[in-house]
């Protein structure tokens, strides 16, 4: 206990402390399957037509991303190419799901009223400041510019919005279902 905490780590603390992430982390995975679910829920219940436009302009976006991503992790020009077609699917595929789901939240966002507080929005900016490595002032000039004020906004109402459904959601437990194995013996 003492050489992962130090002089003050007992494995009594060293136990609880592991408990409490081990929580945390629960706590997580919920949150993460009831967004998941809520998405789901608006993407698979509400049907209406997209502008070809939004979707292909939210593809090329994603596309260049997921290309970007690619070449950082060491992936060459060539192969790149080779699974082109595999990329632009998968990129047209996240970008209806996402455009349909946004807007959805954004119609949320406006029947209830929902905004993005001062404080939430100096707390993200002070966030992606300290992720930079960028004195705060220097970063908000760029910011501004940039228009990422405007996005990160965006984001955060689209973010409270989820919340809302989330806070507000019917919530169905179910017992997970058991995982099926076989057995062989020899």
Known sequence: AKS???????????RTQVSEM?????????????????????????EFDIPQEIINREAQRRTNEIAQRAMQNGMGEEELVKHQDEILGTATQ????????????????????LS????????ALSSFADRSKMPFKKFITQAQQ???INRLRDDLLLQNALGFLKEHATIEET????EHCEVHSK
């Open 146 to 148: 940039s228009g990422l």
């Open 4 to 14: 992962l905490g130090g002089e003050e780590m007992t494995v009594e603390s060293l």
């Open 175 to 178: 017992e997970p279902q058991a």
């Open 94 to 113: 996240q970008a209806r799901q996402s455009v349909k789901v946004n807007f959805l939240l954004e119609e949320v966002a406006k029947k209830e009223n």
């Open 116 to 123: 993005v507080s001062e404080q939430q929005l100096s707390i």
């Open 22 to 46: 081990v929580k945390r982390r629960r706590e997580q995975a919920r949150d993460t399957e009831l967004t998941n679910q809520v998405v789901a829920a608006l993407h698979d219940r509400v």
